[in-house]
Every structure is written in structure tokens, then in C-alpha cells.
């Protein structure tokens, strides 16, 4: 039959990390693929507490509808948390957008800032999530390399200089950036590189969406300002999420930002999905007044602090005769980005499959269609010795692609 499809439905692609990660739900398989946390780290126990509580005392607004905006008592505790974890303060309830889950906070921003042919610049690589909340609205990526404190500025002037030379300047709508431990990489952006990337806004009056979701991961170092503390309110939209710090299952997203640009977000929402479930909004309002989330959540930091550092020293021992083999060594978050020469990683996942250890390819994260022979390898989930044993697996896996190709193990 014809079901007379619309010009968006016939584009939509399936997600390549849920297709891949079908394969490792096989027995003995060891998973790095998704940027699951560990279940064990959930306080479930407090959760179900609490669950009960607000079900029987609250019910007038837990198994209610809920307004657009949010559940102004969890709203009342984002914005202690922004002061807190970020130095943010000043802001009103209406600068601030509870949605499900941040997936639902990128498909929004598209929506209300991107018509089709506009521009969006975009790291390489970049969040997958990102990239198919914006193609959604037919955005063009104008994309930068990533270095090793961020994007490259250079880059990002030139594609602003270009489009102001061709009177397109206004086509860019925004910059997009997950500036901590970003999404696949790990890379974070320096304190250098996010005061000059406001000044490049300001200079070309285009909008920053700063993304981050695993700022408060953080493993060592000093906490770093957000872009929003040099940008302000009215230059960089920030959304961030509860998923990885409290747990996924409650699918909160935030978004702060401008009234006026909340407002149209809230109206945008409502044509998707009226508003966001009550009863999870709630359970995390009550779980943030009762409980300190930030020394909740500092024994699954060390715990992911210590997965991290068993694969890392895995790799070491597994790839240390592999030349020109290179990894980053993220100081929070949740990937590990594995770099192999003269590999496609696509082709190298069938080799991989076989000895039931999978990642996800690092042409995933690729604004454009293109082989990468790069990998996205998450620790978080995996136990300490499926770690090790999926990076020798991956080693044999390397060695089985090598023989396969006929290529010289360099």
C-alpha cells in the first residue's frame, strides 16, 4: 500500500547505535557500546521510598496532567542546583524548561530555531543525538575538526567569515557544543576556548547551545566555568539532564535560557506532548530536597573513575604494539574515543561481532556519511573483568581484521 509518507518520514534513518547494540544483548557478549550507567549505582531504594510517598500524599498532582513548563517544585530545585554547580544565579522559573529527557530538549531547539536549509556548526565527531534532532528540521552542518581542548576556533570563524561574505549570515542559527567530556570523544573544552567562543557569537550575533549532560562526572581536575557564565542568558541556551547522575529511567531534561526562547520551546511542546509525566518530575523534586545529589553521587564517580582507569591500562597493555594507536584519557564522563590507523572501524565491527565484544563505529558520529577509523568505547556499564576481556577481544578481533585485509600489523 501507499501510505503517502511525508518528505521527513522517507528520510528518517534508524539509529546505528540502537541497531548495533541489538548484537550485544547476545550471551557472553562484553558491551562498550551504549553510554548506559551502571544500574547498580541507581538509588532505587530511596526512590521507591519516596515513590510511595508522593503516590499517597500527592496524588493530586502526581497522576495529574502537569503544566507545559514543568513541576514548579522540581524547577525550585534546578535552580539551587545552577547556583551550585555552576555559579549561575538570578535566573526566574520562566527561564527554565523541564522536558523528557534532553533527546526531547534537542528536538525542541530544532524546532524552534531551525527551518530547513538553515545552518548549524557542529564538532567532528559530534553527539549522534544532536545530529538527528537537527536533521529532522533539514539543517546543514557547517563542521570543525575537535582538538585536544576543544573545538577548533579557527575553523569555526572561517565557516562565520564565509557565510557573512555570502550574506548568509543570518542562516546560522546557533554553535553546538557538549563542553564537558563531550560525546563520543571525551574531549573537554578549555576555559580559553569557551571565552572565545562567546566573543565569536557575539561577534557574528549567533546563538550557543551548550550541551552537558556529564559535567558533574568529573574524575580529576578543576571544575570549569560553563559557557553560559561568560555568554549570559541571552547568548547561550544550556540544557543538561538527570540521567546520568540520578538515573535514565526518569527521562528529566532541562533547559535553560531566555524567557522568550523558553516560552517558545513550552508552546512547542505542547504540540508534542502536552507536558512531562507528573509523577517522575516530582519523585526527583522530592529525592534533590531530601537527599544531596552531589554526595549521592560521588561513589559512582569513583566507581566510573576506576572502569575508566582499567580500560585505559587495558588498552595500554592490549594496543602498546599497535604504531600510531591512539585513545583519549577523559578527565569525567562516560566514552573513551580509540583511534586505530588504515582501519575502518564499520568493516572492523563484523570482526568484533564475531568474538562478541562491540562498540559503536566511529562513523556514527560523523555529520557526514564518511568511514572514520575511529571507535566510541563506554566503561560505565561493563563489569572491571568484562572490561579487560573486552579489550582483548578487541585486540583479537584488530589482529582477525589485519589477517582479513592482508595489512601489515604496524
Known amino acids: 500500500m501507499d501510505f503517502r509518507f511525508s518528505t521527513l518520514a522517507q528520510k528518517l534513518k534508524s539509529s546505528m547505535i540502537r541497531e548495533l547494540l541489538k548484537y550485544a544483548n547476545v550471551p557472553g557478549a562484553v558491551s562498550f557500546g551504549g553510554g548506559t550507567p551502571d544500574p547498580e549505582t541507581f538509588p532505587r531504594h530511596q526512590l521507591a521510598e519516596l515513590a510511595r510517598e508522593i503516590i499517597e500524599n500527592e496524588y493530586r498532582y502526581t497522576l495529574q496532567y502537569a503544566t507545559t513548563e514543568g513541576d514548579p517544585e522540581l524547577i525550585k530545585q534546578v535552580l539551587v542546583l545552577l547556583k551550585r554547580v555552576y555559579g549561575l544565579d538570578g535566573f526566574s522559573p520562566e527561564n527554565v524548561l523541564i522536558t523528557v529527557g534532553s533527546q526531547q ?20 565527531p559530534e553527539y549522534l543525538g544532536a545530529l538527528s534532532a537537527f536533521r529532522m528540521r533539514d539543517a546543514r552542518f557547517l563542521v570543525v575538526k575537535f582538538e585536544k581542548d576543544g573545538p577548533d576556533l579557527n575553523q569555526v570563524e572561517a565557516h562565520l567569515k564565509r557565510m557573512q561574505k555570502e550574506n548568509q549570515l543570518h542562516r546560522v542559527k546557533f554553535i553546538y557544543i557538549v563542553s564537558n567530556f563531550q560525546n563520543p570523544s571525551g574531549i573537554t573544552t578549555s576555559v580559553e576556548k569557551r571565552k572565545a567562543l562567546v566573543e565569536l557569537a557575539e561577534k557574528y550575533d549567533v546563538l550557543i547551545v551548550e550541551d552537558d549532560p556529564y559535567g558533574v562526572l568529573r574524575y580529576r581536575g578543576e571544575h570549569i566555568p560553563p559557557i553560559m557564565s561568560f555568554g549570559g542568558i541571552d547568548r547561550v541556551i544550556l540544557l543538561n ?15 535553560v535560557a531566555d524567557k522568550q526562547i523558553i516560552r517558545k520551546l513550552v508552546l512547542a511542546k505542547q504540540g508534542t506532548d502536552l507536558c512531562s509525566p507528573s509523577l517522575t518530575m516530582r519523585l526527583a523534586a522530592r529525592y534533590l530536597e531530601r537527599y544531596d545529589i552531589l554526595e549521592q553521587i560521588k561513589p559512582a564517580i569513583e566507581l566510573y573513575r576506576k572502569k575508566k582507569e582499567t580500560m585505559i591500562e587495558a588498552l595500554k597493555e592490549e594496543f602498546s604494539d599497535v604504531m600510531d594507536v591512539d585513545w583519549t584519557d577523559p578527565d569525567g564522563g562516560l566514552f573513551i574515543w580509540t583511534t586505530l590507523p588504515d582501519v575502518d572501524t564499520m568493516e572492523l565491527f563484523k570482526f568484533a561481532e564475531q568474538r562478541k565484544v562491540f562498540y559503536i563505529p566511529g562513523e556514527a558520529f560523523k555529520p557526514y556519511e564518511e568511514p572514520s577509523s575511529s571507535m566510541r568505547m563506554s566503561f560505565c556499564l561493563p563489569t572491571f573483568e568484562q572490561i579487560r576481556e573486552g579489550v582483548h577481544r578487541l585486540k583479537q578481533a584488530y589482529m582477525d581484521y589485519v589477517e582479513a585485509k592482508g595489512l601489515k600489523c604496524r
Open 105 to 124: 530538549a534537542l528536538e525542541l531547539v530544532g524546532k524552534v530555531l531551525l527551518d530547513p536549509g538553515d545552518c548549524v556548526i557542529v564538532g567532528d
Open 241 to 255: 539532564t538527570f540521567s546520568k547522575i540520578l538515573c535514565p529511567g526518569l527521562r528529566i531534561g532541562i533547559v
